[in-house]
């Protein structure tokens, strides 16, 4: 195949990241991957205010897509492509990353592609050198979402079971919050669970058990504050026995909900493969062990990106935009920026083929 080289812009959430990478034979090379992160900016506010949010993409992106060209050594004539996140997140910050991704490729004469950025995570695992190979169980666990994806190939994803309320990094920062540990929470909490006593709370485990592969925060996350108001004033001791108490009950249902998962993968499959998790929580070191563990007791190999693609980056905005480039699609410089955007869809839109619904997958 021709090497494709396309330069990612990401700005769905609280990342303002450029990055440029090189598509060829030998799987993706990361030319350079710069991410501005905005946490100081919304710290005040315990979690991500979108005006901000926007606002500070609109400030910093020029900069960080120029340091992303700069630091691969190359000029815009010598891209094949721009790919830059189109949705799903806070609509201010895709519009700006979508606009500046549409100008670039309009004054550059360059094909412009409108990635999902679910679509990046699916695809993140594959961005380190001898990432995961197709297919794969992706557990996605992010600030925004929280899904099994069967990921078969490039544009052929089938949702296995979401979230039915909250999505775990949600749930780790809204316990930060409660514990006024600071922003964004979930590694806050991870920390201060280190310290802790795990069993000095007992916290419910929703939807554990149950037959199939949904979940459900809300209630554990509700247990959690009524604990901080029965405490009154919170010691450091009760906020890490809290933390660890919480981050215990969210291992038994990440494990119990991978299990299902796991049984929903392989008949539908035929072969026992991969897991791979992504998404920010995927850097929760707790949450890895354990699916390390059960990938080994269940005979599958486990994968997890290093934990720069695991939060937000434009490397994989990069990748998902060049394994779309080839084969062959390219968008329209009026494609719409969307806040929301399920990945299914995209699924039934490139591979009609391969749309959801099919072998009883979940729409
Ligand atoms: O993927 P990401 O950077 O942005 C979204 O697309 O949402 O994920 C951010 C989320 C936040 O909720 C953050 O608190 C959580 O990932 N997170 C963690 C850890 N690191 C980031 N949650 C638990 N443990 C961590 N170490
Ligand atoms: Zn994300």
Same mark, same amino acid.
């Given at each position: 195949?021709?090497p494709?080289?396309?330069?990612?812009?990401?700005?769905?959430?609280?990342?303002?990241a450029?990055?440029?990478?090189?598509l060829?034979?030998n799987?993706?090379?990361?030319?350079?991957?710069?991410?501005?992160?905005?946490?100081?900016?919304?710290a005040?506010?315990?979690?991500?205010?979108?005006?901000?949010a926007?606002?500070?993409?609109?400030e910093?992106?020029?900069?960080?897509?120029?340091a992303?060209?700069?630091?691969?050594?190359?000029?815009?004539?010598?891209?094949?492509? !721009?790919a830059?996140?189109?949705?799903?997140g806070?609509?201010g910050?895709?519009?700006?990353?979508?606009?500046?991704?549409?100008?670039?490729?309009l004054?550059?004469?360059?094909?412009?592609?409108?990635v999902?950025h679910?679509e990046?995570?699916?695809?993140?695992?594959?961005?380190?050198?001898?990432?995961?190979?197709?297919?794969?169980?992706?557990?996605?666990v992010?600030?925004?979402?929280?899904?099994?994806?069967?990921?078969?190939?490039?544009?052929?994803?089938?949702r296995?079971g979401?979230?039915?309320?909250?999505?775990l990094g949600?749930?780790?920062?809204?316990?930060?919050?409660?514990?006024?540990?600071g922003?964004?929470?979930?590694?806050?909490?991870?920390?201060?669970?280190?310290?802790?006593?795990?069993?000095?709370?007992?916290?419910?485990?929703p939807?554990?058990g149950?037959?199939?592969?949904?979940?459900?925060?809300?209630?554990?996350?509700?247990?959690?504050?009524?604990?901080?108001?029965?405490?009154?004033?919170?010691?450091?001791?009760?906020?890490?026995?809290?933390?660890?108490?919480?981050?215990?009950?969210?291992?038994? !249902?990440?494990?119990d909900?991978t299990?299902?998962?796991?049984r929903?993968?392989?008949?539908?499959?035929?072969?026992?493969? $991969?897991?791979?998790?992504a998404g920010?929580?995927?850097?929760?070191?707790?949450i890895?062990m354990?699916?390390?563990?059960?990938?080994?007791e269940?005979?599958?190999?486990?994968? %997890?990106?290093?934990?720069?693609?695991?939060?937000?980056?434009?490397?994989?905005?990069?990748l998902a935009?060049?394994?779309?480039?080839?084969?062959?699609?390219?968008?329209d410089?009026?494609?719409?920026?969307?806040?929301?955007?399920p990945?299914?869809?995209?699924?039934?839109?490139? $591979?009609?083929?391969?749309?959801?619904?099919?072998?009883?997958?979940? %729409?």
């Amino acid at each position: 195949m021709k090497p494709l080289t396309v330069l990612g812009i990401e700005t769905s959430c609280d990342e303002t990241a450029a990055a440029v990478l090189r598509l060829d034979e030998n799987g993706s090379h990361v030319l350079s991957d710069i991410v501005l992160g905005q946490a100081a900016q919304h710290a005040p506010y315990k979690g991500v205010v979108p005006e901000i949010a926007a606002r500070a993409h609109v400030e910093g992106l020029d900069a960080t897509v120029a340091a992303a060209m700069s630091d691969a050594g190359l000029g815009y004539a010598e891209l094949d492509g !721009i790919a830059a996140t189109a949705g799903p997140g806070l609509i201010g910050g895709v519009m700006v990353g979508l606009l500046a991704g549409k100008a670039i490729a309009l004054a550059h004469g360059k094909p412009l592609i409108g990635v999902n950025h679910l679509e990046g995570h699916a695809l993140s695992p594959r961005l380190a050198e001898g990432g995961a190979t197709f297919p794969y169980l992706l557990l996605l666990v992010s600030g925004g979402h929280c899904q099994f994806i069967a990921v078969m190939d490039v544009g052929v994803y089938r949702r296995l079971g979401a979230t039915v309320d909250d999505a775990l990094g949600e749930a780790f920062d809204k316990v930060a919050k409660l514990l006024d540990l600071g922003f964004p929470g979930g590694p806050l909490v991870e920390k201060a669970a280190k310290n802790g006593d795990s069993k000095r709370f007992s916290l419910p485990r929703p939807m554990l058990g149950r037959n199939d592969c949904d979940f459900s925060f809300a209630g554990l996350k509700t247990a959690c504050a009524r604990e901080v108001a029965r405490l009154g004033t919170l010691t450091q001791q009760d906020k890490a026995d809290l933390c660890a108490s919480f981050q215990s009950a969210v291992v038994s !249902i990440v494990e119990d909900r991978t299990r299902h998962a796991m049984r929903a993968f392989d008949p539908i499959y035929g072969a026992r493969g $991969r897991l791979v998790a992504a998404g920010g929580v995927a850097a929760n070191q707790a949450i890895r062990m354990c699916l390390e563990g059960l990938a080994e007791e269940r005979g599958y190999e486990f994968v %997890a990106p290093p934990l720069r693609w695991c939060t937000d980056n434009a490397a994989m905005i990069a990748l998902a935009g060049a394994e779309r480039l080839r084969l062959g699609f390219s968008d329209d410089l009026s494609f719409p920026a969307r806040s929301r955007w399920p990945l299914d869809e995209e699924a039934a839109r490139l $591979r009609p083929s391969h749309q959801a619904g099919r072998k009883g997958a979940k %729409a």
